[in-house]
């Protein structure tokens, strides 16, 4: 089976959920600084999400261009994947309206938890059918990354009973890590590339 | 007549059906436990209703991996099933804001069943294109799953006049039954690619 | 300039367009049978929309498919088109709600006018790309159809001051025409499919 | 790294931007003349932002046809485009619901102004991607419309502080003077495919 559609549906939904978000942007109640500066936050947590699913589309680029072959239950792994980012713009949204209330800035970083663990068990379906000795496998190694995004959304959305910035804070941190594209797979990719 | 067109505008209808339902979800009244139970069945609805959809991209996928020509017939076999797709969200809605009453309970079992007949009628259309000794006629020579999931639509829909929850059973497990993707095609197509 | 990212794109706004049709539907004040009777012309007038952006999708395909060459007029041609598709779901929500109102009714009709004439202009422009001999020259020797359709058009416009009936009929005796897709060009795809 | 999931992305997104709009456009008040008058405006503000995505999309279809090779850098530049162009729908909105008030129309053409600068950005970095003697390098040897259209954006802007009549001429300048799709590319995708 080929990677082909599975990455035209992938990016389907992924340019969706980026991109109704602004469907939801309420406009400012008055067409003044005043009102601009309200909205601010609500721009900010647009921004943050908008970066999330873009780091999301990064990267499964990078791995599906590593992969050759899929099978079922990788395209179930995948819907999963495309399941937690497609909820991000209702989590911004209730983030968002409730002002950074308590329950929903816990919710929002379980919702980053839960896309971090479906794409880590993703990556991990497709290095099995990939083989230990593929490309991918190797470009993989350690997942630095990975394990440091994880933990930062549990203090995130622990942090949620603290301060809510404490939660803005962990999850920006995250937003950081990853904005750099994952370079071990870039090299990889140009090494085979160069290689071919 | 070649197939990727109809999968890239396949997949863009059902990137956009299994996506926007969320934007349909209304935030929790309050940013509490109490506002989070309240949106639980939400939630869960649109859980069954993207678990359906992807149960039919995969479907999707695997058919037409497995079929070479289409006709204008097929094209509007294909705009029927994504006609009955499209509307999910809407009948999933229904569902959802009246509380699993009587009657849109029925409609979305409806709903349900019009797309597993619309799907039987494209698969039969591109079989016969295929002709009767193609990979894809002998990958489907028997279609147990899919009688017995109109068989348990018209169970669910029928229920709904007893109690809702036979309906969402009978919803359910039919997302059960396909939820492993089709094996016979599956095996089909590594048969295939293997002989390729 | 090949076509496959003008192809990927009309795809993307089309499939945009006959999907989010059904955001719009409003779910029937009461969940029951009279709720669901008053539903019926809302969701019939969907359904008409969901033809016609499916027909204009077949269509678009098959002229496609003939086309090997495009040029930045044959690029704007197309947006056109896609302009006067896109506002398809907002006249049939605005005849909708107004209850198939005089002037609504009307616009629609132009909007459906427009589009045919936009489909003609971008028919018109590819088949000068191509050349007076090519299959796609050919396959429109006389465009019978496209001149009854807007002729229909006219009438179903202007029959909106009698009666919208008269103008449903027209609408509905258009997507009657083409929903057989263009055997025309479908002759020729075939004859060249075969012939290469 | 190849340009196609690129492209298939960046279409999805700039698909939805375009379409979505259409969303957002609330039905005129009255179905009668009256009503239509006053939804004229709407329309405009509609028509000018569906030319605008226009523009870009037909602009980055042609950068990306002399792009054979893109990097990290390069998808980010390319993400930071579509955001931009992803809240064109909202500050469309905005303006057109605050009656072109000064604050929203000044926004709006700061929009723009940062969509083209983004856009410069990353045909810089594509150029670097390719080289200094690529045909991409060749064909935007002077920027001589995008400098005009940055000056103009800049204009249109600060005309927002005498009447938004000045910003709404400098925005619809900038939109004439790239309706023309970009020649000095053009031919040299022509020279080129001649020459292949």
């Given at each position: 089976?080929?990677t082909?559609?599975?990455e035209a ?7 969706i ?7 939801e942007l309420k406009?400012p109640d008055t067409?003044?600084?005043?009102g601009l500066?309200e909205f601010l ?7 943050l999400?908008?970066?999330?699913i873009?780091i999301?589309?990064?990267?499964h680029h990078?791995l599906?261009?590593?992969t050759?072959r899929i099978?079922g239950?990788a395209?179930?792994?995948?819907l ?8 991000v713009?209702f989590t911004?949204?209730w ?7 308590k329950l929903?800035v816990?919710v929002?970083?379980?919702n ?11 990556q991990?379906?497709l290095i099995?059918?990939q083989?230990a000795?593929?490309r991918?496998?190797r470009a993989i190694?350690?997942?630095a990354?990975?394990?440091?995004s994880?933990?930062?959304?549990v203090?995130g959305?622990?942090?949620?009973f ?8 962990a ?8 904005i ?7 090299r990889?990719?140009?090494a085979?590339?160069?290689g071919?």
């Amino acid at each position: 089976m080929e990677t082909n559609r599975v990455e035209a549906f992938s990016d389907g939904v992924l340019a969706i959920a980026i991109t109704i978000m602004v469907l939801e942007l309420k406009v400012p109640d008055t067409p003044d600084l005043h009102g601009l500066a309200e909205f601010l936050p609500t721009l900010l947590t647009y921004v943050l999400s908008f970066v999330y699913i873009g780091i999301y589309w990064t990267n499964h680029h990078h791995l599906m261009h590593l992969t050759q072959r899929i099978d079922g239950a990788a395209l179930w792994a995948n819907l999963n994947l495309l399941f937690w980012l497609s909820i991000v713009p209702f989590t911004t949204r209730w983030m968002d309206e409730s002002s950074l209330a308590k329950l929903p800035v816990l919710v929002y970083g379980i919702n980053l938890l839960a896309a971090a663990v479906s794409y880590t068990i993703l990556q991990a379906r497709l290095i099995r059918i990939q083989g230990a000795e593929s490309r991918l496998a190797r470009a993989i190694r350690n997942d630095a990354k990975g394990k440091w995004s994880m933990g930062l959304y549990v203090v995130g959305s622990a942090g949620a009973f603290l301060s809510p910035w404490v939660s803005v804070a962990a999850y920006v941190a995250v937003a950081a890590i990853w904005i750099v594209p994952d370079r071990r797979i870039e090299r990889a990719v140009a090494a085979g590339d160069d290689g071919a």
